[in-house]
């Protein structure tokens, strides 16, 4: 009887909906764990799921992802910065890493189906274009971050994803809301549902197998300041480099003059954007310093942002970049071991193998063993001993032993002079561009050092990995410092003129060594020993900083005669 008297009389019965009115909105946003920011974004995550019910009004339904969404915006550009701040392989940052990506799922899943339920043609919101644009960008830029953030784990992008892409954009577009202006919530501009998608095609241009995670992250920024420098057209001309279909549930292709055309493609072009990104790079190693619009609070990025618009001014080009070195196909196996400590190890029972096979009968005291697992040689000969081909066999069988125990096998899928292809097997969640590898083929005894410099996935889904070989063999070795460092006492060298004793991979073809991070100061000097040999020696060039090492060029003091 109330209900019909409601209907009849104009009035309407109050929603039992959670999210109905800006008073239960107020009481779920006051009601987050402030304390625990990834926590406070997966439960706006689990409200916006709950937008899509019968019982929700359009305009509450509306004003719902409206307030959510402006609370998430601000809470998951927080934990992305948190994210960015700390290895991707922590616990804590695949927590935030989880957090970010279901809760821009649930964006995207609420704001499309918004707008599909509400602005068709028969639908009592299909004259208010400014929350049909809003949705409509809403939906394409969560799902842009949400791509973003699996490229971050190195993951494939799902036809699903671009299907999700471009169906979105073309709904847009059919309610004439597509290239309508406005500002999303915590956006440092303003945006629309087509230069959404722009930035989410142009994101996949770039050689996203061969960035970092923080690298990605200044990449989404550049192109977001950069985005009406592209050019986009629709038909091919001299200038185009790649072509993206709308109809197809595929990221943009590289563009050949003898591709089939369809109504459906749209063509690209690098335009005015090469012209910036050398200024770019011009203007920031002038002023040693990044633009604001790259600034993350915590990252110190200077030398990463400007190797990423190097191989952005490549890559971005009319002619594609070619390979320095040819690569020869093939199909063996690869021992592969990640952690310095671990790689290091590695190449110590290689020396400790050859210097039992050299010891002609000799035989290695305990203290000597020690040292040799430790430190890669021993200061001096044992004497001799019976036995010696027992005692080689043990050693061995002992460091194959610990190999297999330690070691990944991968495919080993081709080679060139400085660098292996490879199909990762086994767990692949520890894997990112920069990170240190110890490596061996099948048919070899030594051990190389090399750098992830590209993760992808093939067709079939399996992680692939280049890796670029450093030179020559490493030999195991400590570096004594000749400065006064601070550390613990149980860390402090008892040697006379060394504070502290490091360890280090030697790679003395280079003239370089691999050491653990926060080695390096700028012309530091070390006492270096190598099978017992004293050298000092003067860091003269950090080359590179990985997730897990430091390679650093070096000068041989000349010896002072006594």
């Known amino acids: 009887m109330f209900d019909w008297l409601s209907r009849n009389l104009g009035m309407r019965g109050k929603s039992t909906h959670p999210l109905a009115g800006a008073e239960a909105l107020r009481g779920i946003i006051d009601d987050l764990p402030q304390a625990n920011l990834s926590k406070a974004l997966q439960d706006l995550a689990d409200w916006l799921a709950l937008t899509d019910r019968v019982d929700l009004s359009p305009t509450d339904r509306v004003a719902a992802i409206r307030t959510l969404d402006a609370e998430g915006a601000r809470l998951a550009r927080e934990v992305m910065i948190e994210f ?53 960008a809403c939906a394409l830029a969560a799902l842009g971050a949400r791509k973003k ?26 309610l004439g809301v597509a290239r309508k202006s406005l500002r999303l919530p915590e956006a440092d501009g303003d945006t629309s549902a087509y230069r959404e998608l722009l930035l989410a095609v142009w994101f996949e241009l770039a050689p996203i197998g ?49 591709a089939t055309l369809r109504m ?18 011009r203007e920031i190693r002038r002023a040693r310093a990044l633009p604001s619009y790259l600034l993350i609070d915590g990252v110190e990025g200077l030398q990463n942002a400007v190797n990423l618009v190097e191989k952005l001014v490549q890559h971005w080009s009319r002619t ?20 310095y400590r671990e790689i290091r190890r590695m190449i110590a029972g290689i020396a ?43 050693v061995r069988a002992m460091i194959e032993a610990q190999n297999r125990q330690m070691t990944l096998q991968w495919i080993l899928t081709d080679i060139s002079d400085f660098g292996y292809g490879a199909i990762a097997q086994g767990p692949t969640q520890w894997m990112q561009v920069g990170l240190l590898l110890g490596l061996r083929r099948a048919h070899d005894a030594d051990w190389t050092a090399g750098v992830i ?48 004793y490091y360890d280090a991979i030697a790679l003395l073809e280079d003239n370089s060594v691999l050491v653990e991070p926060g080695v390096h ?36 003091e000349p010896e002072i005669p006594r």
């Open 84 to 136: 960015l701040q700390s290895s991707p392989t922590q616990h804590r940052a695949e927590q935030n890493w989880f957090a970010l990506s279901t809760y821009h799922a649930r964006v995207f899943e609420a704001s499309r189906s918004a707008l599909r339920d509400l602005f068709d043609s028969d639908k009592p919101l299909s004259r208010d274009k400014g929350t049909a644009a809003h949705l409509a």
């Open 149 to 174: 953030l699996a490229r971050m784990r190195y993951r494939a992008v799902e036809p699903e994803t671009w299907s999700d892409l471009y169906g979105t954009f073309q709904l847009a577009d059919r």
């Open 210 to 258: 061969s960035l970092d995670h923080v690298q990605m992250e200044y990449l989404a920024r550049i192109v977001r300041v950069l985005l009406d420098s592209f050019w986009l057209s629709e038909a091919p001309d001299s200038y185009t480099c790649w072509v993206v279909d709308l109809a197809m549930s595929a990221p943009p292709q590289r563009f050949y003059a003898d």
């Open 264 to 281: 459906s493609q749209r063509f690209l072009a690098p335009g005015r954007a090469h012209f910036e990104l050398v200024n770019l790079a």
């Open 320 to 339: 594609p970049p070619r390979r320095m070195y040819d690569r020869a196909a093939l199909q063996e196996g690869i021992d592969a071991v990640h952690g």
């Open 352 to 394: 400790y193998l050859r210097l039992t096979e050299a010891s002609a009968g000799g035989d290695l005291s305990r203290h000597q063993r020690e040292e040799l697992s430790r430190y890669g040689f021993v200061s001096e000969q044992g004497d001799p001993q019976q036995s010696t081909e027992n005692e080689i066999a043990r």
């Open 453 to 500: 410099r590209r993760l992808s996935r093939n067709a079939q889904g399996q992680a692939t990995v280049g890796v670029q070989r450093f030179p020559g063999t490493g030999r195991c070795g400590r570096l004594g410092a000749l400065d006064n460092r601070q550390v613990s006492v149980f860390e402090r060298s008892l040697e006379a003129g060394v504070s502290v």
């Open 521 to 556: 100061v700028d012309n530091a000097r070390f006492r270096m020993v190598i099978d017992g040999k004293r050298t000092t020696i003067k860091f003269v060039q950090l080359l590179e900083r990985g997730v897990n090492f430091e390679h650093v060029r070096y000068e041989v």
